[in-house]
């Protein structure tokens, strides 16, 4: 799944606007809204660290994109929303100018109430493609 690393939190049900204006991050903004809409939004603060990404394990909040305005620069304003929290397994080298992430998909508080017409049951099992399968 594409990550977006930034310095903020996201939580499902949480409704979130984002301008994307780097070009890596606008094109992982097409290929997701050629694809099925979703990315990964982990959390990560920049720093003078080697580490230039969400350190495996980390935390983060798959996010259904909802609203795209594309302006005459290229750049774009969305709106997002929170529908699971997933825990990063790994980073994927996928060929790609963004980061991709092997995920897994942690369980929803059943209070929380999705605004998404999708389901995080319905994401769970139609999100099967991104976790490559594990060896016992």
Request: charge should be neutral; charged fraction near 25%; proline fraction near 8%.
């Amino acid at each position: 799944m594409p990550i977006f690393p930034l310095p903020l939190v996201m939580v499902p049900g949480e409704l979130m606007p984002l301008h994307i204006f780097e070009e890596r991050y606008r094109k992982m903004l097409r290929d997701v809204g050629a694809g099925d809409g979703f990315f990964g939004l982990s959390y990560f603060e920049p720093s003078n660290d080697l580490l230039e990404a969400p350190a495996a394990g980390s935390v983060g909040c798959v996010a259904e994109l909802r609203e795209s305005e594309l302006m005459p620069d290229g750049r774009s304003n969305i709106l997002t929303l929170g529908i699971v929290r997933y825990r990063l397994i790994d980073l994927i080298d996928a060929g790609e100018p963004y980061l991709v992430g092997d995920l897994e998909f942690l369980k929803t508080n059943q209070k929380a109430k999705m605004r998404s017409n999708r389901s995080p049951t319905r994401f769970l099992r139609c999100s099967n493609g991104w976790q490559k399968p594990r060896s016992n």
